[in-house]
Structures are given as C-alpha cells and as structure tokens.
C-alpha cells in the first residue's frame, strides 16, 4: 500500500490556497436575462414634441407718436429720452416713416418671411381694417400686434389704447376688447407705452368676460354688440409682452433709446453694449464710449466676427437662463414653438434685467419668474469685457486679429464636471441649452457630441431632458455630415434617442436620416459596438413603420445585414437578427428579397450561437419570416422548412429561446391551422388504441410504453441514447423538404409544441398550452362529426403538392370560446411527459412515465359540454414575448458607466467584500476541525427536527448556517445553528415526480438553489429563504435529461454541479452523461455511458475539467476523458463492486483518488492510473447512503438497520449513531440522505421517519 493513502485527505490541507479565489469563482447565472423580467421599459409620454408647430406670419406695426407733439398726462424731462428705432423723431420730416422702416427691419432681422403692415398714426377705423386683414390671412397661423404709444396719453382703467382721429385733433381710445376681437387667436401683442401692465390684466379680465359671453352664445343668448363668439381656446393662446407695471412710467434718461423696450426686444446687442458702458461696471475696458460700441466689427449671423460671437453667446445664455428657471411646459411654448415668438421672450429677458436698473418692471403674459440676478448674467458680463476690451484694438490695427471668447469652452467644462457628479437626484445641468448652441460650431462640436452622449447615457430621464431642451433638430440636421469621427458619437445619441422615444423613426425616414445608419453598418472599419447601435437604430425606425421598412429595403438592409451574421460579437449578431427579423415582418417585400438572398439558411447557423440572446433573436427573425400573406407552393415550402429548423430548438436550454420558439410556431400554425387540427385528430386517435391496447393488456401504465408515452411511439431497446434523438435532426435543406412529408412537419411542429407545454419553465409552458389547447378543442369538436378513418394517410388532410387544392387556411367561424377552455382546468394536471422527437416521421418517445395524457377523457367531456361552441381561430390566440422591447431596454441604460458589480463603489461590491471575507473565515477556521476529524467522534447532535416530508436529498450551505432539505415536492431550510425553521418552498415539478438532485449554485456569493427531479428537468430558483410563495423567484428552467427509462429501480435525475468551470453534468436513469454549459445554456456534449443500466452518481475534476466518473447500478465505476470524441471518451471501468454504486467522489488534487461505495456496504479506494482499487474497506452489509467530506478524512454511512456510522479512511470507526441525544432519545429512522458540511466537520442526516439531524465533533472546552 503506498504512503500517501495514509492520510489521503489530509494533504488537501495544503491545497485549499491552489482553489481558485471567490473573487476569481465564476457567478453563473447571473446574466440579465436571470435577473430581471423580459419586458421592456415603460413607455413614458414624451412631452418635448410640440403638438402643434406655430409660425407669425403677420405682423401690425402700429405706432402712435405724433411727432412734435407729448401727450397731455406726460411730463417729460429735459433733455429727454428721443430716440426711436435708433432715430431722432425731429432729424427730418419724414421721420415717422423712417422710424416705421427701421422697426420693420429691426423685427425682420428675427421673422424675414412675415409680413408685415405698417400703421403710423392710425385712426380706430385703420387698426381694425389692419387688424382683421391680417388675421384673415393668418388662418389659424399667429399675428403679432406692436404698439408704440409715445405719442399718446397712458391707456386708461377701461382698458382702452389711444389712437387719433382723422384730423389729429382728437386722441380716440380704443378698447382692447375690440381688439381682440379683431385679432383673433393665436396672437401675440407688445405694448411699448406708460403704464402698460394696465392692459395685461384687463385682458385677462376681456378674455374672461369673452369665455363666458361664449357660453351664454352656446347656450342660445346673443353676446354682446353681436359679435360672433370665438373659440375657448382663442382667449387662452394670447401672448403679451408690456414696457412697465401698471403705474410705472417709461425711463426718460436722454442716454436711452424713448422706445427701451423695443430696443431690447429688436435689437438687444446694441442695447446690451450701450447699457454696459453706461453702468460703468467695464473697469477692465475703460476706453469704451457709447460711440465706441457702435462701431464693434462684424454681422450679427457670423459667428467668427465679434459681433456675431456675441451674438451666439447671447442667445446661448438667455436660453440657458430660461431653461433653468420656467416650468418645463412653459419653456416649450415660448422657447420652442415659434422662432419670433423665442427670440422676443429671449430678449424680453435682457429688458427685464435692463429696465428694472430704471425702475421699470416689464411684465408678461405668460407671467415669467423673475430672471435678472440669475448668476449667467455675470457670464455675460464677463463674455463682454473679454470682447471689448480688444475692441480698440482692432478698430485701430486692421491686421489685429480677434480672440475668440472662452466662454463655450468654459461652459463645456463645467458640463463636464456635472457629468463626473450627475445623477438623476441633483439638479438638472445648467449648461445643458449652451451644449445645444455649441453643436453649431465645428470648433466645439466633437467635444460637444461626446459630453451630450455622456449625458444621455445616464437614463432616460436625461434623454427626456435633452429632448425637451430642444437638441432633436440639432442632431438630426448633423446626420447630413459627412465627417467620419462624429459617426460613433452621433450614432450613440441617435441610439439613446430611439430606446426612450421610438416616434423619431418618422422623422429620420422623412429626412434620409436612414441612410447615415446603413452606411455606418456597412463600414467594415467601425467597431463592432457602433454597427451594433447603427443595427439597434435601423431596427426601430423599421418596426412598426411601413414606411421605415420601405426605406431600410432600398437601402439594402438585408444584404448588409446578413453579410456580417459571423461577426465576433454576440450584440451586434443579436441586433442584425433583430433588424432582419423587424425588416420583413409583414412585408413580403422584403422576405423575397430575404428567400433571393437565403436569409433563412443563413439565420440557421445562428441557431447554434454560444449567446442565449443570439439565438432567441435568431428564432425572432425566423418566426416573423414565416409568411403571412403569400400561401403559394414555394412559400408554403420555405415556412414549413423553417418550421423544422425552429422545431429542432424546442429543447434550448434557455427559456429565453425557448419562448420565442413557442412564438414563431404559433405563427406557422396559424397558416397551417387546418392541417394542424387534422394532425391532431389523428395523434388523439392513436392515443385512445393505445390506452385500449393496455388496458386490454393489463400493464402498468408506469412501466408499459404504450401508457406512459402519452404522444406517440413506443421505446424500444434499440433506440439510440446518443442524444441526438432528443431533438429533431436539422435539416438543412432550404426551400424545400427534400424527403419529407407535409404531414410529418405538421406532426413534428405539433409534438414540440405538447414538449414546450409540459416543460419545466410555467412562462413557456402556458404560452405552448394556449396553442396546444386550442388545436386540441378544434380538433375534439371536428372529429364529432365523422368518425376518423384508420387510414393514417387518409388522416393527413395536406397534399403533397398544396397547389393541386383548394387553399387549406380556411378556418371555422370566429365565435368566441370561453378562456377557460383554453387553459387547464382542475382535471388537466402537468404530470406529463416531456417528448422525445426523432428525425422520424412518427417516432416520438416519452421517456418518463406519466398517469395522464394532456387531453384526457375527463377533458374531452369537459368540452363536450359547449356543444353549440365553435373553437376560436388561432389568429386569436396572441401568444407574445416582449424580447424585442426587452433588447431595446439595454439602450436605455447606462452603457458608460460601471456596473455595480464592476463599480468598487457600490453597496453591491461592498456586500460582495463583506461575503467573500465571510467565506475565507469559514475556510480557515474550518481547518484545525478537519485535521482533528480522522480522529475525533462524530456524534453530537446540535440540531433535531421533523422536516415536512421524508428527506430526499440534503445539503450544507457552505458559508451560511443553513441546511436545505428537499422530499418530494419542495425543499425545508433549517438554520441548524439557531435550530429553527427559515423557510419552505415548493419545486412546482409535475404530479408523479420527485425531487432527486439538489445544490447551491454560487454558495460564495448570492446563492441559486439547483434542483433536479426525476422527469428529467431542471429548476433553478433565487430568493429561496424569502418567506411566502411568491418570495422565491425561477431563474431558469430546462429538460437536463429527455430521454430517462422507466425501470423497476430508478436512479431519477443525477447532477454534478461544477462551480469553477460553470458545468453541469446530468445523468440518472439513461445511457448517458449530459454536459450543459450554463453561461451558453446549451448542451456542449453527450457521452454515452455504454452501461446497461442507469447512472446513480456523478463525480468530476473541475479545476482539470477533462475526467469524469460515473457511478452505475450495475456496480461498474466509469472513467470518461471529456476530451476527446463521444466513442472514445471512456477510458477505464471499474469493475470490482457487485451492487448499485451509491458514491463516487474525487479527491481534489493532482494525485487525487477516486473513492467509491456500493450499497453492499464495501469502499474502495482507486488510483486512476490502475484498473484494480488500491484499497478496500467492508463498513457495513447495506447501505442507504453514503457521504465522504471533501476536505477531512471522514466518511459517513446510513444503515437500514438504524444507524449511521462513522470512519476514517483507515477503516476506523470513529462513531456509531443509533439514537437521538436526550434523556429518552428514540431510535434514528433508517438514513435516506447524508451530507457533510463541505468545509466544517459536521454531518446532516435525513431519515425515513422525516426526522433530520445535525452532528458534529465534540465542542472544545476553552
């Protein structure tokens, strides 16, 4: 015997550092699609989209000066206030009519296209002729009304304007009610005079009386003078802008334009600059006068001259002023609505803060907080001493060249110190209108493009902010740029534009916006994140949008699309899947250019990606490819081949795929309902002669085939365990089925369908039972009629060649059947099958036994009672995912920014420090306990309980001091240490099935629960000790096993979980060895065990990841290399046990040992290099359970005869547990489970009479 079998756990000690850190240990099945709900965002309202577009068309420009002439209630100073639109009223005779032309030019300057009328010294018959033309050209379009009455006396408490007569002998009020009458709605009126609030709120009060005047009119009363009354909303849509308050007279400092209000208005540069240099605040410019600053050089619309810098930084800092100070509504229907109707309120900001230094308050309606300390003015302030300071300068020296004011640089800069700290909790960025101005300049736009993505990356509750700031037709006008380094910044923002507010497909469609995003997909030379996001993008301009999907096709989607399916990364295979599948989905347009271009085929490869996404966007694109409209004979071909490619992934190993499978063949039912229902009525016929022929028979319907495959066909001994014949064999046949039957695509398609209808996973299950149930009603009440012939070919009512009948997609009438017809009802229980399909026609095997079909006779009366009934059309059995809205979600979220797990900042991260520090103290002070173990009892009980059913499987938790007990339908958690009970949840496996295999699936850090029962299926759940049924929630679900064999002694469902490599081998009562890979979810290979009998335990080297062990009922010991090819992958068996093998464990290590036991009761010791055991010990005679501690040298082993014992490797007893502790401790039931504690040396114990028990060591006395 060699040394190192002396102590052959012991040397484990000094390898526990060699196990791969928690921090290294792969999370498994912790990908989004595990965390959260497949659906997609709330829709939110998107309020930054004007309903209506407005435009000024008209302007009245109706001035009241009476040159030479002061009204009578003005006295004014001397010298006085003079000048009007820049000119002195007395310079000339025909000053009035300069003074005309220039306003008209100073309001041009902001609407060129209006038109305009001058009014100079009207009469009240010339206002209302003006007036009420205009509006009758405006339409419904806005008429902005101006009144200059500096010439006139104050408008009186009557709310009355003064006009003149005739002879400019009289003043002749004019009341403000008749004028709006004459002007209508919308309109927008500036008062320039004295005492101009007066009239702001007798409007109101006009408008008031003019609302109820209408109501009087609908209510059948005449209103006043006859007028005909206007509509409500006519009084509401007014805007105005007055000079003063209500008792406020004008500024008359002769320093001062008389009309400073309209000035600021018209012209706020000049006034702006005027006004700096009167308030003496420029001490950094000391050589400005007030003739100085008439002559700064450059246009007002050139943004590299200073006037027009100046300009530009004007209009940036009044929008940023009134973003961050109105209501978000407001802000939109005076800032966004109208282009005149901004720029007057813009410059209205700058009269508030230049006339309130005059003892002037202008007022509004809308009412405007007040803005004239908001702190941008001082950026203001300061962006004019930085300009004017070279302002000498340059006028003295023409080849003086001007610097460029900060101020854009500065702001960015500070946008970007909000971004390193902004979060939907702060305040909104001030800076956030100036990015917007700053998109305009080349010099600024690339940093600019950046920091916006940045800031839309945040959420979308930033997109929203951006899009209502006004930032829409910025970057949709940047899409005609033909600059390569904005198209990852621009194709990122139009990304994060489209995941919250997809109604901007209409307006890229509208401007070829399209085109930008197919050229950036077809550029082999952008990086795959960005084709990615141009794929995203041109998949929700075509989704639900004919016109986008009209567009996309000329561009050559498909093609560029599926040129790039093979790229390397799994997103931008995801969203080309996607797009396809949204290009042609209801346009058979673009699914024959998809058949011309062999979409199909080439979607097939991608059926077989690592990425669950991938493939569900695969079955996604082939399931809307199936056509809905054309039912020619190359059509039916196509859809009915592709139906078999989608019928082969029915057994996906992720839900995911799996939904989206149960959605696209619901839609080739759909086109082939009636060939289905005739499929089905024959499928329910064989059913009933196979229930007859057993019955007759007298079998057990759990052992007899005939019963127990409730689909259809029987097992045989020779049928292959390969695996292979758990799914349908592709066929890769295109556009036709070479060698098969109409008929057996029906049937295949027809028996996934019942496969996904009685799966493990409730959300596909009752998605395929709407489609199953259906079929089967309308299958039930077709065959009452006639009786179905035997014929089975006479039963396939589709031909071979389609076009030789009449169209077969006709269904029954649409009456309405009643919803619970189409679900389960309390007689039709899941305690069925899951199907085996073959490549063969009619060769379908149900491998576990099962007492109920899915339409039992029960049910088949059920229905018979609706005798009147006709079953509904498919059609309107809406079975749908949200997957595509779900992907969409991704965009939506930050894409920048860390992931909490990745963030060292997070409270996730800390959590995870905080467990992983918990888990390294478990491990040590673990140790002195397992090298005292190969000596020490094992016998003191620290924890007694009666668990709910008989202990099937029970496990530690490896860091956490609670121990899972699972009996046939759910699983107890008891914390041993506290000794009370946590929680109890229940697996949700079918009736007639057991639990049979448990684990914890990442026990270092948030822990799944991992069970398997014995139909075959897996089932993983999260928030396991949550209390209450609705605290648990199903991770992830799948068929592990298709194929299990019903015999007299079952083995059920075998698992060996592997942490390190993620793996998950599956056996039990089949002839193989199934490994699922859970990051891909798919089945990576299946090794046939070449035993005769069934596999009872599984063990694996995980750090190695290449031997595999396998346990059978038939004593052997199977060694498999996983490495190499499925018919040479065994390379050893062991032989020497008798009995069924209840243990194989693999000691961790490079020299590691293989140890095994059998229920005879005799271990054996195995070095992998050697056929013959290098060591045997004889326990006991029967064994019920056997356990062996990873790390300490003890192993444990249950007797029917009521006792468990004790030993070390040697073969010593360490102890022998016959009764429970106490002063009348009865006798411990016969051990149905064992486990140890994978670091701590302490036993669990679950017997028959449901008692589970906690040993441990003797406690050290300190």
């Given at each position: 015997?060699?040394?190192?079998?002396?102590?052959?756990?012991?040397?484990?000690?000094?390898?526990?550092?060699?196990e791969?850190?928690?921090?290294?240990?792969?999370?498994?099945f912790?990908?989004?699609?595990h965390?959260?709900?497949?659906?997609?965002?709330?829709?939110?309202?998107?309020?930054?989209?004007?309903?209506e577009?407005?435009k000024?068309?008209?302007?009245?420009?109706?001035?009241?000066?009476?040159?030479?002439?002061?009204?009578?209630?003005?006295?004014?100073?001397?010298?006085?206030?003079?000048?009007?639109?820049?000119?002195d009223p007395?310079?000339?005779?025909?000053a009035?009519?300069?003074?005309?032309?220039?306003?008209?030019?100073?309001?041009?300057?902001?609407?060129?296209?209006?038109?305009?009328?001058?009014?100079?010294?009207?009469?009240?018959?010339?206002?209302?002729?003006?007036?009420?033309?205009?509006?009758?050209?405006?339409?419904?379009?806005?008429?902005?009304?101006?009144?200059?009455?500096?010439?006139?006396?104050?408008?009186?408490?009557?709310?009355?304007?003064?006009?003149?007569?005739?002879?400019?002998?009289?003043?002749?009020?004019?009341?403000v009610?008749d004028?709006?009458?004459?002007?209508?709605?919308?309109?927008?009126?500036?008062?320039?005079?004295?005492?101009?609030?007066?009239?702001?709120?007798?409007?109101?009060?006009?408008?008031?009386?003019?609302?109820?005047?209408?109501?009087?009119?609908?209510?059948?009363?005449?209103?006043?003078?006859?007028?005909?009354?206007?509509?409500?909303?006519?009084?509401?849509?007014?805007?105005?802008?007055?000079?003063?308050?209500?008792?406020?007279?004008?500024?008359?400092?002769?320093?001062?334009?008389?009309?400073?209000?309209?000035?600021?208005?018209?012209?706020?540069?000049?006034?702006?600059?005027?006004?700096?240099?009167?308030?003496?605040?420029?001490?950094?410019?000391?050589?400005?006068?007030?003739?100085?600053?008439?002559?700064v050089?450059?246009?007002?619309?050139?943004?590299?001259?200073?006037?027009?810098?100046?300009?530009?930084?004007?209009?940036?800092?009044?929008?940023?002023?009134?973003?961050?100070?109105?209501?978000?509504?407001?802000?939109?229907?005076?800032?966004?609505?109208?282009?005149?109707?901004?720029?007057?309120?813009?410059?209205?900001?700058?009269?508030?803060?230049?006339?309130?230094s005059?003892?002037?308050?202008?007022?509004?309606?809308?009412?405007?907080?007040?803005?004239?300390?908001?702190?941008?003015?001082?950026?203001?302030?300061?962006?004019?001493d930085?300009?004017?300071?070279?302002?000498?300068?340059?006028?003295?020296?023409?080849?003086?060249?001007?610097?460029?004011?900060?101020?854009?640089t500065?702001?960015?800069?500070?946008?970007?110190?909000?971004?390193?700290?902004?979060?939907?909790?702060?305040?909104?960025?001030?800076?956030?209108?100036?990015?917007?101005?700053v998109?305009?300049?080349?010099?600024?736009?690339?940093?600019?493009?950046?920091?916006?993505?940045?800031?839309l990356?945040?959420?979308?509750?930033a997109?929203?902010?951006?899009?209502?700031?006004?930032?829409?037709?910025?970057?949709?006008?940047?899409?005609q740029?033909?600059?390569?380094?904005?198209?990852?910044?621009?194709?990122?923002?139009?990304?994060?534009?489209?995941?919250?507010?997809?109604s901007?497909?209409?307006?890229?469609?509208?401007?070829?916006?399209?085109?930008?995003?197919?050229?950036?997909?077809?550029?082999?030379?952008?990086p795959?994140?960005?084709?990615?996001?141009?794929?995203?993008?041109?998949?929700?301009?075509?989704?639900?949008?004919?016109?986008?999907?009209?567009?996309?096709?000329q561009?050559?989607v498909?093609?560029?699309?599926?040129?790039?399916?093979?790229?390397?990364?799994?997103?931008?295979?995801?969203?080309?899947?996607?797009?396809?599948?949204?290009?042609?989905?209801?346009?058979?347009?673009?699914?024959?250019?998809?058949?011309?271009?062999?979409?199909?085929?080439?979607?097939?490869?991608?059926?077989?990606?690592?990425?669950?996404?991938?493939?569900?966007?695969?079955?996604?694109?082939?399931?809307?490819?199936?056509?809905?409209?054309?039912?020619?004979?190359?059509?039916?071909?196509?859809?009915?081949?592709?139906?078999m490619?989608?019928?082969?992934?029915g057994?996906?190993?992720?839900?995911?795929?799996?939904k989206?499978?149960?959605?696209?063949?619901?839609?080739l039912?759909?086109?082939?309902?009636?060939?289905?229902?005739?499929?089905?009525?024959?499928?329910?016929?064989?059913?009933?002669?196979?229930?007859?022929?057993?019955?007759?028979?007298?079998?057990?319907?759990?052992?007899?085939?005939?019963?127990?495959?409730?689909?259809?066909?029987?097992?045989?001994?020779?049928?292959?365990?390969?695996?292979?014949?758990?799914?349908?064999?592709?066929?890769?046949?295109?556009?036709?089925?070479?060698?098969?039957?109409?008929?057996?695509?029906?049937?295949?398609?027809?028996?996934?369908?019942v496969?996904?209808?009685?799966?493990?996973?409730?959300?596909?299950?009752?998605?395929?039972?709407?489609?199953?149930?259906t079929?089967?009603?309308?299958?039930?009440?077709?065959?009452?009629?006639?009786?179905?012939?035997?014929?089975?070919?006479?039963?396939?009512?589709?031909?071979?060649?389609?076009?030789?009948?009449?169209?077969i997609?006709?269904?029954?009438?649409h009456?309405?059947?009643?919803?619970?017809?189409?679900?389960?009802?309390?007689?039709?229980?899941?305690?069925?099958?899951?199907?085996?399909?073959?490549?063969?026609?009619?060769?379908?095997?149900?491998?576990?036994?099962?007492?109920?079909?899915?339409?039992?006779?029960?049910?088949?009366?059920?229905i018979?009672?609706?005798?009147?009934?006709?079953?509904?059309?498919?059609?309107?059995?809406?079975?749908?995912?949200e997957?595509?809205?779900?992907?969409?979600?991704?965009?939506?979220?930050?894409?920048?920014?860390?992931?909490?797990?990745?963030?060292?900042?997070?409270?996730?991260?800390?959590?995870?420090?905080?467990?992983?520090?918990?888990?390294?103290?478990?491990?040590?002070?673990?140790?002195e306990?397992?090298?005292r173990?190969?000596?020490?009892r094992?016998?003191?009980?620290v924890?007694?309980?009666?668990?709910?059913?008989?202990?099937?499987?029970?496990?530690?938790?490896?860091?956490?001091?609670?121990?899972?007990?699972?009996?046939?339908?759910?699983?107890?958690?008891?914390?041993?240490?506290?000794?009370?009970?946590?929680?109890?949840?229940?697996?949700?496996?079918?009736?007639?099935?057991?639990?049979?295999?448990?684990?914890?699936?990442?026990?270092?850090?948030?822990?799944?629960?991992?069970c398997?029962?014995?139909?075959?299926?897996?089932?993983?759940?999260?928030?396991?000790?949550?209390?209450?049924?609705?605290?648990?929630?199903?991770?992830?679900?799948?068929?592990?096993?298709?194929?299990?064999?019903?015999?007299?002694?079952?083995?059920?469902?075998?698992?060996?979980w592997?942490?390190?490599?993620?793996?998950?081998?599956?056996?039990?009562?089949v002839?193989i060895?199934?490994?699922?890979d859970?990051q891909?979810?798919?089945?990576?290979?299946?090794?046939?065990?070449?035993?005769?009998?069934?596999?009872?335990?599984?063990?694996?080297?995980?750090?190695?990841?290449?031997?595999?062990?396998?346990?059978?009922?038939?004593?052997?010991?199977?060694?498999?290399?996983?490495?190499?090819?499925?018919?040479?992958?065994?390379?050893?068996?062991?032989?020497?046990?008798?009995?069924?093998?209840?243990?194989?464990?693999?000691?961790?290590?490079?020299?590691?040992?293989?140890?095994?036991?059998?229920?005879?009761?005799?271990?054996?010791?195995?070095?992998?290099r050697?056929?013959?055991?290098?060591?045997?010990?004889?326990?006991?005679?029967?064994?019920?359970?056997?356990?062996?501690?990873?790390?300490?040298d003890?192993?444990?082993?249950?007797?029917?005869?009521?006792?468990?014992?004790?030993?070390?490797?040697?073969?010593?007893?360490?102890?022998?547990?016959?009764?429970?502790?106490?002063?009348?401790?009865?006798?411990?039931?016969?051990?149905?489970?064992?486990?140890?504690?994978?670091y701590?040396?302490?036993?669990?114990?679950?017997?028959?009479?449901?008692?589970?028990?906690?040993?441990?060591?003797?406690v050290?006395?300190?």
């Amino acid at each position: 015997m060699s040394s190192e079998l002396e102590q052959p756990f012991i040397n484990e000690l000094h390898e526990e550092d060699d196990e791969a850190r928690d921090w290294d240990l792969l999370i498994a099945f912790n990908e989004l699609r595990h965390r959260e709900k497949i659906q997609g965002s709330k829709k939110v309202a998107q309020t930054w989209r004007m309903k209506e577009r407005m435009k000024t068309v008209s302007v009245a420009l109706v001035l009241c000066l009476n040159v030479g002439v002061d009204p009578p209630d003005v006295v004014k100073t001397s010298p006085c206030a003079r000048l009007e639109c820049w000119i002195d009223p007395l310079s000339s005779q025909k000053a009035l009519e300069a003074i005309g032309a220039n306003l008209q030019k100073q309001y041009e300057r902001w609407q060129p296209r209006a038109r305009y009328k001058q009014s100079l010294d009207p009469t009240v018959d010339e206002v209302k002729k003006l007036c009420s033309s205009l509006r009758r050209n405006a339409k419904e379009e806005r008429v902005l009304f101006h009144y200059n009455g500096h010439g006139v006396p104050k408008p009186t408490v009557n709310g009355e304007i003064w006009v003149f007569n005739k002879s400019y002998t009289q003043y002749i009020p004019l009341s403000v009610y008749d004028l709006q009458t004459w002007m209508g709605s919308p309109s927008i009126y500036v008062y320039d005079c004295s005492n101009a609030g007066i009239i702001i709120e007798l409007f109101r009060q006009f408008s008031l009386q003019r609302e109820s005047e209408l109501e009087s009119a609908l209510n059948g009363s005449t209103p006043r003078f006859g007028s005909p009354a206007p509509a409500v909303s006519s009084v509401r849509n007014c805007i105005q802008l007055a000079a003063c308050g209500a008792s406020e007279l004008l500024p008359m400092n002769p320093e001062l334009p008389a009309d400073l209000f309209t000035s600021c208005l018209t012209t706020p540069i000049r006034i702006a600059l005027k006004w700096y240099v009167l308030q003496n605040t420029g001490r950094l410019v000391p050589n400005i006068t007030l003739d100085l600053v008439d002559k700064v050089p450059g246009q007002l619309n050139d943004r590299r001259t200073m006037l027009g810098e100046l300009n530009w930084i004007f209009t940036a800092i009044t929008d940023t002023i009134a973003w961050n100070t109105l209501p978000r509504e407001l802000f939109q229907k005076l800032f966004r609505q109208d282009l005149l109707v901004a720029s007057l309120f813009r410059n209205f900001l700058l009269a508030e803060r230049i006339m309130r230094s005059y003892n002037c308050t202008p007022m509004s309606s809308p009412r405007l907080p007040p803005t004239y300390q908001h702190p941008m003015w001082q950026a203001w302030d300061l962006a004019l001493d930085i300009c004017l300071r070279q302002l000498p300068t340059l006028l003295e020296d023409e080849n003086a060249q001007f610097h460029h004011s900060p101020f854009f640089t500065e702001q960015l800069t500070a946008f970007q110190v909000w971004l390193s700290y902004g979060s939907e909790k702060r305040n909104p960025p001030e800076q956030l209108p100036i990015v917007l101005q700053v998109l305009l300049s080349q010099v600024h736009r690339l940093r600019a493009l950046d920091l916006l993505g940045r800031f839309l990356d945040l959420g979308p509750w930033a997109v929203s902010l951006a899009l209502s700031v006004g930032i829409f037709p910025y970057v949709l006008k940047l899409l005609q740029s033909s600059a390569r380094e904005l198209r990852p910044l621009l194709v990122f923002i139009w990304a994060k534009i489209l995941s919250v507010d997809s109604s901007c497909q209409t307006d890229l469609v509208k401007d070829n916006g399209h085109k930008y995003f197919l050229s950036v997909l077809a550029d082999p030379y952008m990086p795959a994140e960005h084709r990615t996001m141009a794929a995203f993008v041109l998949a929700m301009i075509v989704n639900d949008y004919k016109q986008g999907q009209d567009a996309a096709l000329q561009g050559n989607v498909i093609s560029n699309c599926l040129e790039q399916l093979s790229d390397p990364s799994a997103s931008l295979r995801q969203w080309l899947a996607l797009c396809l599948g949204k290009v042609w989905s209801n346009f058979d347009n673009a699914r024959w250019c998809g058949v011309r271009d062999r979409a199909h085929e080439k979607l097939y490869v991608l059926l077989n990606d690592p990425s669950p996404e991938v493939r569900a966007s695969a079955v996604f694109a082939l399931g809307t490819f199936i056509s809905v409209t054309d039912r020619s004979d190359q059509a039916n071909n196509i859809d009915l081949g592709v139906g078999m490619m989608l019928a082969s992934v029915g057994n996906d190993g992720s839900s995911l795929v799996r939904k989206e499978v149960v959605v696209a063949l619901s839609s080739l039912v759909q086109q082939f309902e009636s060939q289905f229902t005739n499929v089905v009525v024959q499928w329910m016929e064989e059913e009933k002669q196979k229930e007859k022929s057993a019955a007759v028979t007298g079998e057990v319907p759990a052992i007899q085939p005939s019963i127990t495959n409730s689909i259809g066909g029987s097992f045989t001994s020779n049928d292959s365990f390969s695996g292979e014949s758990s799914t349908v064999r592709r066929t890769h046949s295109s556009s036709t089925l070479a060698g098969t039957t109409f008929s057996s695509v029906y049937m295949t398609v027809w028996k996934v369908l019942v496969q996904l209808a009685l799966g493990p996973h409730k959300e596909v299950a009752d998605m395929a039972k709407q489609i199953v149930n259906t079929l089967k009603l309308k299958a039930t009440l077709s065959a009452r009629p006639t009786h179905v012939m035997q014929n089975s070919k006479a039963c396939y009512s589709a031909p071979s060649s389609p076009s030789n009948t009449a169209p077969i997609h006709g269904t029954p009438p649409h009456n309405q059947f009643h919803e619970e017809h189409l679900t389960p009802g309390p007689t039709m229980k899941r305690d069925f099958s899951s199907p085996h399909l073959s490549g063969k026609a009619n060769s379908y095997t149900s491998p576990h036994p099962r007492a109920k079909k899915l339409l039992s006779d029960k049910n088949s009366a059920m229905i018979h009672e609706e005798k009147e009934e006709e079953p509904r059309n498919l059609r309107q059995t809406s079975v749908t995912t949200e997957f595509f809205e779900w992907s969409c979600r991704h965009f939506a979220q930050p894409l920048m920014r860390l992931s909490e797990e990745q963030d060292p900042e997070s409270s996730s991260h800390h959590k995870r420090e905080f467990r992983f520090l918990r888990n390294n103290n478990v491990r040590q002070d673990a140790r002195e306990e397992q090298l005292r173990a190969g000596f020490n009892r094992l016998d003191v009980e620290v924890f007694v309980n009666k668990n709910q059913g008989i202990p099937a499987v029970i496990k530690f938790h490896p860091y956490e001091g609670h121990v899972a007990v699972a009996d046939k339908d759910g699983i107890c958690f008891w914390d041993w240490e506290q000794g009370t009970k946590v929680n109890y949840i229940y697996n949700e496996n079918l009736k007639n099935t057991k639990i049979t295999a448990m684990d914890f699936i990442n026990p270092h850090d948030e822990s799944l629960l991992l069970c398997g029962t014995d139909d075959g299926s897996v089932r993983i759940w999260r928030n396991y000790l949550s209390e209450g049924y609705d605290g648990k929630e199903l991770v992830s679900a799948f068929q592990a096993i298709n194929d299990l064999i019903p015999t007299v002694r079952r083995a059920g469902l075998v698992l060996d979980w592997e942490q390190e490599s993620g793996m998950l081998l599956a056996s039990g009562d089949v002839r193989i060895i199934r490994i699922w890979d859970s990051q891909r979810e798919t089945k990576v290979q299946d090794i046939p065990t070449g035993a005769e009998s069934c596999v009872t335990s599984l063990a694996s080297d995980s750090f190695g990841r290449s031997l595999l062990i396998a346990g059978c009922g038939d004593g052997t010991v199977r060694l498999f290399d996983r490495r190499l090819a499925p018919s040479e992958c065994r390379v050893m068996t062991l032989r020497e046990h008798n009995r069924w093998v209840v243990k194989v464990h693999l000691q961790k290590g490079s020299e590691g040992k293989i140890v095994s036991a059998s229920n005879a009761g005799d271990v054996r010791f195995w070095d992998p290099r050697f056929t013959e055991s290098v060591r045997t010990l004889n326990l006991t005679q029967g064994v019920t359970a056997l356990e062996i501690h990873k790390h300490a040298d003890v192993l444990a082993c249950g007797s029917p005869n009521q006792f468990i014992g004790v030993y070390n490797t040697s073969g010593d007893n360490l102890s022998t547990i016959k009764y429970h502790e106490g002063f009348l401790g009865q006798r411990i039931g016969a051990a149905s489970c064992l486990a140890f504690h994978p670091y701590k040396v302490k036993l669990a114990a679950g017997s028959t009479d449901s008692f589970i028990s906690v040993y441990s060591t003797p406690v050290k006395r300190s």
